[in-house]
């Protein structure tokens, strides 16, 4: 079946500006999760959703970062003011149980 | 806090030439542990989950073990399409059980 799909794939912007980030997840999976990969580092967990709801907001790293999910579908991971410090690979994976998470291709983003 | 180190950073072996690579764990409770392959430009994909100290999955040439401080990917006469980047992710028994803590990877590059 369709794997998770992450939209755009590349997004290049320039300092200060707004960027929407679009994730759909695989059809049936209730849990969805944010993660940040900078160059050398680890994933860094961002944001967990399950259905429509964030129970765990934590690992946002500014109040410029949102997020909202619609149902149990699509969600869009928003970065206000963007800066420098903001260009990383942005992915998204799902799951049906809070176990095997499925990554998506991720969105490159890069501030300049 | 959890906390997941992988080693070697990078590793080249030659085609056939067997090898391990490490990832050492500190968790509050490990509910599972989780290696992923991630390709260049691409997002990581399952490979193997292990939940419980002596359990040990197969795939192919990879084989994956666990401890209760480490775990290992052994990779038996590896072939260049194994060259990738293997990442380790541990999700604790905590507050934050869905959230998956990552390892920097280990780069491995298999010579033909």
């Known amino acids: 079946g369709a794997g998770v799909s992450q939209s755009p794939s590349n997004k290049v912007t320039e300092k200060g500006k707004d960027v929407e980030l679009r994730c759909d997840p695989i059809s049936g999976h209730t849990a969805l999760y944010w993660y940040r990969q900078r160059l050398g580092q680890g994933l860094e967990f961002l944001i967990y959703f399950q259905g429509n709801s964030a129970p765990d907001k934590s690992g946002l790293p500014s109040d410029r970062f949102s997020a909202e999910r619609t149902g149990e579908s699509v969600s869009t991971l928003t970065i206000q003011r963007t800066q420098q410090e903001d260009s990383a690979v942005y992915l998204c994976?799902?799951?049906?149980?809070?176990?095997?998470?499925?990554f998506g291709p991720g969105t490159r983003l890069t501030v300049l | 806090e959890d906390q997941v180190t992988q080693s070697p950073e990078a590793l080249r072996l030659q085609e056939g030439e067997s090898s391990s690579l490490n990832c050492s764990y500190t968790?509050?409770?490990?509910?599972?542990l989780f290696w992923y392959r991630q390709d260049p430009g691409k997002g990581p994909e399952f490979l193997f989950t292990l939940y419980s100290a002596g359990e040990e999955k197969e795939k192919e040439r990879l084989k994956a073990t666990l401890t209760k401080k480490e775990s290992f990917l052994h990779i038996t006469a590896p072939k260049p399409e194994d060259s990738a980047t293997y990442l380790c992710?541990?999700?604790?028994?905590?507050?934050?059980?869905?959230?998956?803590?990552f390892g920097k990877g280990t780069l491995l590059t298999v010579n033909p």
């Open positions: 994976a799902s799951s049906r149980t809070d176990r095997i998470q499925y």
């Open positions: 992710a541990v999700q604790g028994n905590g507050g934050s059980n869905y959230k998956l803590t």
């Open positions: 968790v509050s409770g490990l509910r599972g």
